[in-house]
Nanobody, 120 residues
């Protein structure tokens, strides 16, 4: 079993910054990728940013140039630095990880979500 524990959400004024972190623990053989998704009320969950084991990154067009994803702690922690925040960034943010437990078996995991609210 794997647990993803998120931290760092909160309320910020437009133009401000927040940093989200997510730590993975448990039965981990290898982490394939870690990512942040978000879901605003009445909308579908969408990918915000993803980072692979090789540190390749992918960002939603709406956050390019403002958000930065990184991995620390031997790769078991993923952070999302969010700058120049806009009210439309308001959403619940979810950590996601694809993890191999053995050389052949992998699963996808989600964190519990952390709320980010940006005031205008």
């Amino acid at each position: 079993q794997v647990h993803l524990v998120e931290s760092g959400g909160g309320l910020v004024q437009g133009g401000g910054s927040l940093r989200l972190s997510c730590a993975a623990s448990g039965s981990i053989f290898r982490i394939v990728s870690m990512a942040w998704y978000r879901q605003a009320p009445g909308k579908q969950r969408e990918l915000v940013a993803l980072i692979t084991a090789g540190h390749s990154t992918n960002y939603a067009d709406s956050v390019k140039g403002r958000f930065s994803i990184s991995r620390e702690n031997a790769g078991n922690t993923v952070s999302l630095q969010m700058n120049s925040l806009k009210p439309e960034d308001t959403a619940a943010y979810f950590c996601n990880a694809r993890i191999y437990h053995t050389v052949n078996a992998w699963d996808e995991y989600w964190g519990q979500g952390t709320q980010v609210t940006v005031s205008s």
